[in-house]
Nanobody
Framework: QVQLVESGGGLVQLGGSLRLSCAAS????????MAWFRRAPGDEREFVAA????????IYNDSVRGRFTISRDNAKNTVYLQMNSLKPEDTAAYYC???????????????WGQGTQVTVSS
């Protein structure tokens, strides 16, 4: 069955960095776009970044552009989110998702992971 397993979350100080990973299995990873979303306590889930199947197109939420970088390794069935210059407002559970097309909208992603918590302290 399809599995998306996130890792790499944790507690980091203001200005620090974290690298999230999402290991995928059970579907043809290299033919799917991959995305990261996040949900802060009390908020709706929001789009963070996405990358298409060939890594030649990336899209970002304006709030993270220039600080976060999404990448993927199709040989390892893994997508990454490098997060630099972290701020307290980046605190959230981060989810990876897979979809057949690159999109900002969570409805376009059919497979989801369970999430990994990122907490940024000030």
């Amino acid at each position: 069955q399809v599995q998306l397993v996130e890792s790499g979350g944790g507690l980091v100080q203001l200005g620090g960095s974290l690298r999230l990973s999402c290991a995928a299995s059970g579907y043809p990873f290299s033919t799917y776009s991959m995305a990261w979303f996040r949900r802060a306590p009390g908020d709706e889930r929001e789009f963070v970044a996405a990358i298409n199947e060939n890594s030649d197109n990336e899209i970002y939420n304006d709030s993270v552009r220039g600080r976060f970088t999404i990448s993927r390794d199709n040989a390892k069935n893994t997508v990454y989110l490098q997060m630099n210059s972290l701020k307290p407002e980046d605190t959230a559970a981060y989810y990876c998702a897979a979809g057949v097309a690159l999109s900002y909208y969570e409805q376009k992603y059919g497979f989801w992971g369970q999430g990994t918590q990122v907490t940024v302290s000030s």
